[in-house]
């Protein structure tokens, strides 16, 4: 195991060099993102889900949207469901108790001031209940093809540990992003860097010695390696 932290002085890589290059570490795997599971690209669904994945696994995020999604799939049949009945549900999920307090509060709001429709707007979004950027993003990206850059945790390790970027925050790595990459390249790139960070760039310890990056990558911050 490498205890070695490659020097700054390696150029990050540009990102003509870098997305090909994710997007075949990402076929060689099976990817369990929403962006791979929740192919409908249905606005609701895909919101819904992603409020179901903030601290959960991929795994149980899919096992319990589609027990949610089985019973109610709609905003009306949602809020016709008990906070209780949706926390069942959607169990064992992560702080499943406040998302579906969430979940049902999202599909009363959506049905008073919205019609019923998910809105296709940033600002609209952000007002929903549990709504933040990472999850108002990837709904834009994904479901109404809306360029917009989707940063969670994976996103965020990983562009700063490339040297594609050099921030603090996921918005600030969002913007930094924005300036890094081409519009085209916006939507795809969440689902290309968490599978990438799922199965080769982890948080601790990430598998440098098969990466397909490596001989572009600065590795900033990396101590560990395999």
Known sequence: MSTLTRARTTPAPDAKWLVPRLRTARDAVWPTTLAAVERRRDPFRLLIACVISLRTKDEVTASASARLFGTAATPVQIAALSERRIARLIFPAGFYPTKARQIRAIARRLLADHGGDVPADLDALLALPG??????????????????????????????????????????????????????????????????????????????????LAVRCPRIGVTRSR
Request: hydrophobic content about 35%.
């Open 131 to 212: 709504v933040g950027r990472k999850t108002a993003n990837l709904v834009l990206g994904l479901a109404f093809g809306t360029p917009a850059i989707c940063v969670d945790t994976h996103v965020h390790r990983i562009s700063n540990r490339l040297g594609l970027v050099a921030t603090r925050t996921p918005e600030q790595t969002e913007h930094a992003l924005e300036h890094v990459l081409q519009r085209r390249h916006w939507i795809e790139i969440n689902d290309l860097l968490v599978t990438f960070g799922q199965h080769v760039c982890h948080p601790t310890s990430p598998r440098c010695s098969t990466c397909p």
